[in-house]
């Protein structure tokens, strides 16, 4: 069974950077997407930014023009690049990839990473 393993969350003061990491380990293939989402408390959990695997890049609303995500082509990695921070942007960020298998899909999800920004 594979699994998401995501780095780079912690506390930062608004205006500030920090940068996700998340990769995949053990018996995780034929990846289609990869990207975050994240969830705040009281609120229903969205998409920050995905990556499909034909280049395509799809990112939230309230991020765009601030975060920035990346991959890493030579495995399952994705990287999520976030500046300008905000106090709204404090949520904790899962990793997920897309998992295809025929015409089924399957969703790995991280264990989440927690980000803080102070005002």
């Known amino acids: 069974q594979g699994q998401l393993v995501e780095s780079g969350g912690g506390l930062v003061q608004a205006g500030g950077s920090l940068r996700l990491s998340c990769a995949a380990s053990?018996?995780?293939?034929?990846?289609?997407?990869m990207g975050w989402y994240r969830q705040a408390p009281g609120k229903q959990r969205e998409l920050v930014a995905n990556?499909?695997?034909?280049?395509?890049?799809n990112y939230g609303d309230s991020v765009k023009g601030r975060f920035t995500i990346s991959r890493d082509r030579t495995k399952f990695a994705v990287y999520l690049q976030m500046n300008s921070l905000k106090p709204e942007d404090t949520a904790v960020y899962f990793c997920?990839?897309?998992?295809?298998?025929?015409?089924?899909?399957?969703?790995?999800w991280g264990q989440g990473t927690q980000v803080t920004v102070s005002s």
């Open positions: 053990g018996s995780i293939f034929n990846i289609r997407n």
């Open positions: 990556i499909i695997w034909g280049g395509r890049i």
């Open positions: 997920n990839a897309v998992q295809v298998a025929g015409t089924t899909t399957f969703d790995y």
